[in-house]
């Protein structure tokens, strides 16, 4: 399975961005996707999970700006990105994986996309 990130750049605070995530093989529909995120000297953070019924989840970092959406007759899933903050700064991967009860476990990891928030 490979995944196929991009939408990535520079931009402003408070600007926005969309970042796409092509799925290259396998019953896409099928299967739970992810997106995470990495800063520099800092943990990778989970931000957006989709099921495969479309169910999303995010943590509170960025709740209300961020929105996880999949198309499956492209195989690709998106994350919408709005009121950018200098924080959001982070190299971003999309993933493919499955859910243990509430837990999103990452099977697959694409490559990542820079993300840069100017102040």
């Known amino acids: 399975v490979q995944l196929q990130a991009s939408g990535g750049g520079l931009v402003q605070a408070g600007g926005s961005l969309r970042l796409s995530c092509v799925a290259s093989r396998g019953t896409f529909s099928s299967y739970a996707m992810g997106w995470y995120r990495q800063a520099p000297g800092k943990q990778r953070e989970l931000v957006a999970t989709i099921t495969d019924l479309d169910t999303v989840d995010y943590p509170d970092s960025v709740k209300g700006r961020f929105t996880i959406s999949r198309d499956d007759a492209k195989n690709t899933v998106y994350l919408q990105m709005n009121s950018l903050k200098p924080e959001d700064t982070a190299v971003y991967y999309c993933?493919?994986?499955?859910?243990?009860?509430?837990?999103?476990?990452?099977?697959?990891w694409g490559q990542g996309t820079l993300v840069t928030v100017s102040s």
């Open positions: 993933t493919r994986g499955h859910f243990r009860g509430i837990y999103y476990c990452t099977d697959y």
